[in-house]
């Protein structure tokens, strides 16, 4: 709450359902749901109650589709139908529906237009596009619904405008924030 206390806890370190190994996003449905990453081993997303009570587990260890490896982020779009997992080591964004189904895969391993290298964060935009994170390529990479990229921006490097293995980013709006992790500093962009 505003004076720091705590308002709630759940998860303890393990491998069973409701345990985690590596938590790496959380994400939050419209009807409160909140939606966990984690890898490490469980590589899987965790479904709770807005209470902390399991829902439900996505996914696994592996490489078919609906099989994760270090699954580092996640989005849920606003009707709450689809949940974008940034699945950093296939080097894909695979798209599921609530229960795990999985409903599209974008992008293969590779750093040309509309392939993915490592994609660390993704920002689902209200026109259903997406800004992915790469930490491989050292880019950003804007994705249309379907998949084909809309452009990116950065190269890899120590200037003004590149990126160094870039780990995260939000929108505020207008712009986006990257976390330019490499060369320990935030870079702005314009939102396209």
């Known amino acids: 709450d505003p004076e720091g206390n705590e308002l709630l806890r759940f998860g303890e370190f393990g491998e069973q359902p409701g345990q985690f190994l590596y938590p790496t996003d959380v994400a939050f449905g419209p009807d409160g749901s ?3 990453t984690e890898y490490g081993g469980n590589d899987r997303v965790q479904v709770f109650t807005r209470e902390g009570q399991l ?17 580092q982020a996640l989005a849920v779009s606003p009707d709450g139908n689809r949940i974008y997992v940034a699945d950093s080591c296939n080097h894909r964004i695979q798209v599921l529906d609530p229960e795990g189904r999985v409903l599209q895969v974008i992008g293969q391993p590779g750093r040309e ?4 290298h490592y994609p660390y964060d993704l920002v689902l935009l209200a026109d259903g596009s997406l800004l992915v994170c790469e930490f491989g390529s050292s880019r950003v990479q804007h994705l ?3 998949g ?4 990116t921006w950065g190269l890899h490097g120590t200037g003004p405008v590149d990126l160094n293995a870039p780990w995260g980013i939000d929108v505020d709006g207008t712009s986006a924030w990257i976390l330019d992790t490499g060369n320990n500093r935030i870079q702005l962009m314009d939102l396209p």
Do not use: K, N, W
């Not at 237009?113 to 993915?116: A, D, S």
């Open 34 to 36: 909140i939606y966990v």
């Open 55 to 71: 829902l439900r587990v996505l996914g696994g260890h592996g490489s078919e589709p609906g099989e994760f490896d270090r699954p």
């Open 113 to 116: 237009p509309g392939h993915l």
């Open 144 to 146: 249309a619904p379907d």
């Open 148 to 151: 084909t990229s809309l452009g």
